[in-house]
């Protein structure tokens, strides 16, 4: 029996594995001639700011003092640098990291789709419940993602130097775990195992990045170049995995590119009191992994190349792996201009630390004063030190003590640097931590009120609600990638933590390359708040409780057959606008963008108008008593109803041919 045709719609298995491309050689050269030269180009064009501007910018944040000690206006005169940068970054990681991370699930997957019927709605929700546990749990757990620390330096980095980078790559770790003895002479005994399989996500430095500086969207570069710098170990490694030809591999081995870190890491250890040394065990490589297309007989390919730069070795070639020929590097920025508080608040931070040191300075020459001393004097050493309850062997004149500095200055110092600090924290637009005042509440009538969500309303039209956003969808991007990485490459062994649920998981990672599941983006919102969201919820809760008792009251009046038709019209279509309302009211709580999920739809109730035969006829819906009596009268009357129908004209009042007379 011939095996059934794969449908067009179903999606074919995929495995994880890197496909040379199979081209020909003058192709291949082409290419590595074509990423040699953009290579030079962006390193030249971003030695500068790699080299010296990104390291002064992390200096301003750090706090650092440009010189370890100054000497004027004197000797080891005051040396503070006020911390508007780095409390400025810190201010708004936190805000934004504790927004995400102390909320379960940290993102949320909803089906784009309507679901046709109630079947199909409850597999929805079943199916969206376990990938937002399997995602939340993985990204939470410090074996799989240990997703928290590497936003935390994402966010930071990137609030302070404008821009920063998150990779996402697939990883495979298989190696012999010890077991114990096997039977019989004492013998290790090792199992082979597989410790990870699944995405892994790794924190990029900014000079590893080589941004077109010309380009204002990152994805749309071409090509899009990252610098990994290996040693020797990790290149071998890649060879061996497949990532790296071992042919291409081999002729790097006996030529690095130096022996340590590059200088910048060099001045960094320094100030970390890290001696760096030229240690052969320190042999470097920079490996740059790019990302760019490719036209090969009038297609379009999507490539990842690993190429070296000084020996003019292109490591491979490959084609995208990356479901949907996506990059697997997530950037997120402070600004649209990509500009971070360290640029921004540079100047600020110079003026409060120098009024600041200048207080400080007046401070101590007010305290010590000016001390002259008569030259004629031979017992007095010219270069004598003074302190608290020193004697002095001097006469009245030969030792004066002249105070200096005015008091009322270090009032004005003070106000004006208070001043400084106040103007820069505007232009941060760090709102206070603490804005807006609870949620919707209710009176003692049970009358809805919203203007507590209007004041946190209000402090969400900010420029920090505004940053956190673009940190949000960041965040988003970020897992939804990851997420699919987890389709692509499958479950492993993490399966095995839903039981059951395993079959579902895997359909649901599915629909996820498919794009019928995805992460609804939303900016700051007035429900922002975890506790806000959940004291509406419960009043929300409360109101539709209300609508329901309200609507299975008005179907009960409008489903009695004894009522006006008129009036049983008018409660349909008043149970059809309330039922309208309130599935609005549901998605603009922001529940879900089906609400019918929540509020269903009412039943269909048929009015049907009496006719010239039927009127004033019992129907089937008359009370027994009635019924019992129309009975009796067709019975007397030696005639019955009319077939298919509940009641008639009485033969008795009929006339001629069955006409009433």
Same mark, same amino acid.
């Given at each position: ?40 180009? /962006?390193?030249?064009?971003? %030695? ?24 004027? $206006? ?52 079943? %199916? ?20 928290? $620390? /590497?936003?935390? %330096? ?11 980078? #998150? ?45 077109? $500086? ?14 990994? +710098? ?21 002729? #790097? ?11 910048? =890491? ?75 508080? !360290? ?41 004598? %030190? ?25 009032? !004005? ?40 969500? #209007? ?50 998981? +895997? ?5 996820? #390359?498919?794009?019928?599941? /995805? ?116 019975? =007397? ?13 009485? $033969? ?10």
């Amino acid at each position: 029996m011939a095996a059934p045709a794969t449908s067009i719609s179903e999606r074919k298995p995929r495995v994880f594995e890197p496909r040379t491309i199979s081209w020909p050689a003058v192709t291949k050269q082409a290419i590595a001639d074509w990423l040699d030269k953009h290579i030079q180009s /962006r390193t030249k064009r971003l %030695k500068n700011l790699h080299e010296h501007k990104v390291p002064e910018w992390r200096r301003i944040t750090d706090g650092t003092p440009r010189e370890e000690n100054k000497s004027w $206006p004197f000797p080891n005169c005051s040396n503070l640098v006020h911390q508007l940068v780095g409390e400025s970054c810190d201010d708004l990681a936190a805000r934004v990291l504790q927004l995400i991370w102390l909320t379960s699930p940290i993102v949320l997957f909803k089906y784009l789709m309507r679901a046709k019927d109630d079947a199909q709605a409850e597999e929805f929700r079943t %199916k969206e419940l376990l990938l937002n546990i399997f995602i939340d749990c993985m990204s939470y757990d410090p074996r799989e993602l240990d997703l928290y $620390p /590497r936003e935390n %330096k994402w966010f930071s980095d990137s609030a302070s130097l404008g821009k920063s980078w #998150l990779v996402i790559a697939p990883e495979h770790r298989e190696e012999a775990v010890y077991v114990g003895y096997e039977p019989g002479p004492k013998r290790a005994a090792f199992d082979k195992k597989i410790l990870y399989e699944g995405p892994a996500v790794v924190n990029e430095r900014y000079e590893n990045i080589l941004n077109d $500086p010309d380009c204002d969207v990152f994805e749309k570069q071409d090509p899009i170049i990252r610098r990994l +710098t290996l040693n020797k170990r990790q290149l071998q490694e890649r060879a061996y995995k497949g990532f790296y030809l071992d042919a291409e591999v081999k002729k #790097l081995l006996d030529r690095p590119d130096r022996y340590g870190p590059n200088e910048v =890491r060099r001045r960094e250890n320094s100030k970390k009191g890290i001696a760096d040394s030229e240690d052969t065990t320190l042999a470097e490589w920079d490996i740059y992994e790019c990302y760019f297309s490719w036209f090969h007989q009038d297609i379009k390919f999507r490539l990842i190349a690993w190429y070296h730069l000084r020996e003019k070795v292109m490591l491979n070639c490959v084609y995208n792996f990356v479901p949907d020929n996506q990059v697997p590097i997530v950037e997120t920025r402070l600004s649209q201009d990509g500009r971070g508080f !360290a640029q921004i608040l540079k100047d600020n931070q110079d003026e409060v630390s120098t009024a600041k040191n200048q207080r400080n300075d007046a401070m101590t020459w007010a305290i010590l004063g000016i001390n002259t001393i008569n030259p004629q004097n031979k017992n007095i050493d010219r270069n004598m %030190k003074l302190w608290p309850g020193v004697m002095l062997p001097a006469s009245k004149d030969d030792f004066q003590h002249t105070e200096v500095g005015n008091p009322a200055m270090h009032a !004005a110092s003070l106000a004006n640097e208070n001043a400084m600090i106040q103007q820069a924290r505007e232009r941060a637009g760090i709102a206070p931590a603490v804005a807006g005042a609870g949620a919707g509440s209710t009176s003692k009538k049970g009358q809805y009120s919203a203007m507590g969500t #209007l004041a946190v309303m209000q402090d969400s039209n900010t420029r920090s609600a505004h940053r956190q956003s673009d940190f949000r969808h960041s965040h988003v991007k970020a897992l939804a990638l990851i997420t699919e990485f987890y389709g692509f490459l499958g479950l492993g062994r993490k399966g095995e933590l839903f039981g059951i649920e395993e079959k579902k998981l +895997t359909e649901v990672l599915k629909d996820v #390359l498919e794009r019928r599941i /995805r992460i609804p983006m939303r900016a700051a919102t007035a429900s922002m708040n975890k506790e806000v969201t959940k004291q509406n919820e419960i009043l929300l809760g409360q109101f539709i409780n209300g609508y329901i008792k309200d609507t299975s009251q008005r179907i009960q009046a409008a489903s009695n057959v004894t009522a006006d038709a008129g009036y049983r019209k008018w409660l349909v279509k008043i149970i059809k606008t309330q039922t309208a309302l309130m599935q609005q009211i549901v998605k603009d709580f922001q529940l879900t963008d089906h609400p019918e999920e929540f509020i269903p739809n009412p039943p269909d109730i048929k009015i049907e108008e009496p006719n010239a035969q039927t009127q004033g006829a019992p129907s089937w819906g008359v009370p027994p008593q009635l019924a019992k009596v129309a009975e009796l009268i067709r019975q =007397r009357g030696g005639g019955g109803a009319p077939a298919g129908g509940g009641g008639g004209v009485p $033969p008795a009042l009929a006339g001629p041919q069955g006409q009433g007379g």
